[in-house]
């Protein structure tokens, strides 16, 4: 079984920095990409941010030059780095990464991780 937890959300003011933080476990062959996607009240989930086993990364239009995503040496634990947060920035992050175990290739949520940016 594939787990993530997501950790790192709060409350920041305008212009501040969070870093959120999703850690993969389970018995996992590959993890192929993790994505951080974000859900404001009302709105669908958007994607906000991925990068791939070999580690290219890509990014939204609305967060580029602010929001940074790496990973650590083990790409077990994936960050969100979010710099100059926006009002706009508030919303429920969510990790999600496609992995492969023994029983095939799936896609696996976090419970996710809220972030609020106060104007």
């Known amino acids: 079984q594939v787990q993530l937890v997501e950790s790192g959300g709060g409350l920041v003011q305008a212009g501040g920095s969070l870093r959120l933080s999703c850690t993969v476990s389970?018995?996992?062959?590959?993890?192929?990409?993790v994505h951080w996607f974000r859900q404001a009240p009302g709105k669908q989930r958007d994607l906000v941010a991925f990068?791939?086993?070999?580690?290219?990364?890509n990014y939204a239009d609305s967060v580029k030059g602010r929001f940074t995503i790496s990973r650590d040496n083990a790409k077990t634990t994936v960050y969100l780095q979010m710099n100059s947060l926006k009002p706009e920035d508030t919303a429920v992050y969510y990790c999600?990464?496609?992995?492969?175990?023994?029983?095939?290739?799936?896609?696996?949520w976090g419970q996710g991780t809220q972030v609020t940016v106060s104007s």
């Open positions: 990068i791939t086993d070999g580690g290219v990364t």
């Open positions: 999600n990464a496609v992995a492969t175990t023994r029983t095939g290739t799936s896609g696996y």
């Open positions: 389970g018995i996992i062959l590959r993890i192929n990409r």
